[in-house]
């Protein structure tokens, strides 16, 4: 029932752009805060940023991504966006939207979607 797709990666060089979306469905997406996460080879997955429900769109952000990255949000279309702009090698992972906190189930487990790769290379 519930799901999230996430879009928009790819492969882009130091100092570009790139426009990530999640389409959300299976839970009433408008109430709920959600986030974009990203999780490198070897490394822990870390909420880089978050915005609120229930109409009110404040938004929250990691110190490392402050100022380059926008996120944004469309209720009528459940669906969440990440601007990132001035990207470097050290935004390459795979991004993921969720509830924040992330609290989704799927058959008794925590749900994540596919994610979208996002590689900042020469």
């Known amino acids: 029932q519930v799901q999230l797709v996430e879009s928009g990666g790819g492969l882009v060089q130091p100092g570009g752009s790139l426009r990530l979306s999640c389409a959300a469905s299976g839970f009433i997406f408008s109430i709920y805060t959600m986030g974009w996460y990203r999780q490198a080879p070897g490394k822990q997955r870390e909420l880089v940023a978050s915005i609120t429900g229930g109409g009110s769109s404040n938004t929250n952000y990691v110190e490392s991504v402050k100022g380059r990255f926008t996120i944004s949000r469309d209720n009528a279309k459940n669906t969440v966006y990440l601007q990132m702009n001035s990207l470097s090698p050290e935004d390459t992972a795979a991004y993921y939207c969720?509830?924040?906190?992330?609290?989704?189930?799927?058959?008794?487990?925590?749900?994540w979607g596919q994610g979208t790769q996002v590689t900042v290379s020469s």
């Open positions: 969720n509830t924040d906190p992330p609290n989704l189930r799927s058959s008794r487990r925590d749900y």
